[in-house]
């Protein structure tokens, strides 16, 4: 029997809005709703040739537009939590039109989940929380040390906030095993967890030549090209990737390319006489693609703190493009561990700068070995990253 599905994804990322699709593709009315202020790389957020009727995509705006991430002040943070509040209410309504019978929401800050969570309530629809990072810990640790005793205070309150949201789902999905030991303590039942490991839509990520149309443009085709692309935030140490382009510098064909926004990127903007340190804003999704090919090693950072709590979402589109990774990741984290597991790269530890330079280095002296972990990735990516399967494990949860 087919059903009317809504998926919320406040980032915006590409498999969500891939998930959605290939429901609507099996006979469910599904609606798909993004954030279009949120300032994250982004996927096919629009209607495609060959989509269904029955598929929609809302982009939910902020009257004010977007707020840079990160709780500088104790008055961005209030600004932030209030546009974060509009958010929720926005999609609250959409909810109210739209009826469905099921609501799968992720990557939403909580001062708006608990607004949707209720939403659907009223609906009475089924809420299932696609539980992609435990916001309330990564943000506790952050106002604890931005904050001081206020920040230790408003950390208890958004702990309290999201176990009450995660015990009012019907079902959660976790995209990792390592969130249900810490989900047990909280009082969570192990018959609503159900663990969906994230991917990448490996139908968009088609194999690319380095010389392409985006690597001309960019004067990048004769160049070794250690690339990041993606959020560059509070998580993530953009410091790793100016030391990299300091100790390639007096290499003229050697080029550290980032393509972000926010915080990380203006740090990096102001490292003065990094020439082969180029900065590039997000590119169109559509260009993602020869972006990734234009790399010969694809890199990818995360804070030592992070640990199991945050699976950055780059590392799986990264396996799609048939290049070797290059990781500042803690080794518990599902990210490195599958890049460990598959030898698709090489990893060190976040706090290991040296040892980061180092592994950039032996891989950009060794086009063998560059060819020989890229493969491996992209074996992998076939084989994990099937949208049937996964679409048949979402399917199967939203019917419960």
């Given at each position: 029997m087919s059903m009317r599905i809504l998926v919320h994804d406040y980032a915006g990322h590409p498999f969500q809005v891939q998930l959605a699709r290939a429901l609507a593709h099996r006979g469910h009315t599904v609606q798909h709703l993004f954030s279009s202020t949120n300032q994250t790389p982004q996927g096919q957020l629009s209607r495609l040739p060959g989509d269904p009727d029955s598929f929609s995509v809302v982009g939910v705006a902020m009257d004010k537009g977007a707020l840079e991430k990160g709780a500088r002040s104790l008055r961005v943070l209030l600004e932030r939590r209030r546009r974060e509040i509009e958010h929720g209410t926005k999609v609250a309504r959409a909810i109210d039109a739209f009826r469905p019978d099921v609501v799968l929401s992720a990557n939403t800050p909580l001062d708006a989940e608990q607004l949707i969570l209720a939403a659907a309530r009223r609906q009475d629809a089924r809420f299932v929380k696609w539980l992609q990072d435990l916001i309330s810990v990564a943000a506790s640790r952050i106002l604890r040390q931005k904050l001081l005793g206020l920040g230790a205070l408003v950390g208890s309150y958004y702990l309290r906030m999201e176990r009450r949201i995660l015990k009012a789902s019907d079902d959660i999905v976790l995209i990792t095993e390592d969130f249900r030991s810490i989900l047990r303590d909280w009082g969570l039942p192990d018959h609503r967890l159900?663990?969906?490991?994230?991917?990448?839509?490996?139908?968009?990520?088609?194999?690319?030549?380095?010389?392409?149309?985006?690597?001309?443009?960019?004067?990048?085709?004769?160049?070794?090209?250690?690339?990041?692309?993606?959020?560059?935030?509070?998580?993530?140490?953009?410091?790793?990737?100016?030391?990299?382009?300091?100790?390639?510098?007096?290499?003229?064909?050697?080029?550290?390319?980032?393509?972000?926004?926010?915080?990380?990127?203006?740090?990096?903007?102001?490292?003065?006489?990094?020439?082969?340190?180029?900065?590039?804003?997000?590119?169109?999704?559509?260009?993602?693609?020869?972006?990734?090919?234009?790399?010969?090693?694809?890199?990818?950072?995360?804070?030592?703190?992070?640990?199991?709590?945050?699976?950055?979402?780059?590392?799986?589109?990264?396996?799609?493009?048939?290049?070797?990774?290059?990781?500042?990741?803690?080794?518990?984290?599902?990210?490195?561990?599958?890049?460990?597991?598959?030898?698709?790269?090489?990893?060190?530890?976040?706090?290991?700068?040296?040892?980061?330079?180092?592994?950039?280095?032996?891989?950009?002296?060794?086009?063998?070995?560059?060819?020989?972990?890229?493969?491996?990735?992209?074996?992998?990516?076939?084989?994990a990253f099937d949208i049937g399967a996964i679409s048949d494990h979402f399917e199967a949860i939203l019917r419960a």
């Open positions: 159900h663990t969906v490991e994230n991917w990448a839509p490996l139908s968009d990520m088609p194999e690319r030549p380095k010389d392409n149309a985006w690597a001309q443009a960019h004067d990048l085709v004769d160049k070794r090209v250690i690339l990041y692309t993606g959020t560059l935030g509070l998580k993530h140490n953009p410091e790793l990737l100016s030391q990299l382009a300091e100790h390639f510098l007096d290499e003229h064909d050697v080029r550290v390319v980032v393509c972000t926004a926010g915080a990380g990127g203006e740090w990096l903007a102001a490292q003065n006489g990094l020439d082969n340190l180029i900065l590039l804003p997000f590119q169109p999704f559509e260009d993602l693609p020869d972006v990734l090919a234009t790399a010969d090693v694809l890199t990818a950072v995360l804070e030592p703190d992070a640990g199991v709590f945050s699976v950055p979402s780059k590392v799986l589109t990264y396996l799609c493009a048939a290049r070797p990774l290059l990781l500042a990741i803690p080794p518990e984290n599902l990210a490195a561990r599958i890049v460990k597991r598959e030898h698709a790269g090489l990893a060190t530890t976040p706090d290991d700068a040296l040892g980061f330079v180092a592994r950039a280095e032996r891989l950009l002296r060794d086009p063998v070995l560059r060819t020989k972990l890229g493969a491996n990735a992209r074996a992998y990516a076939e084989t």
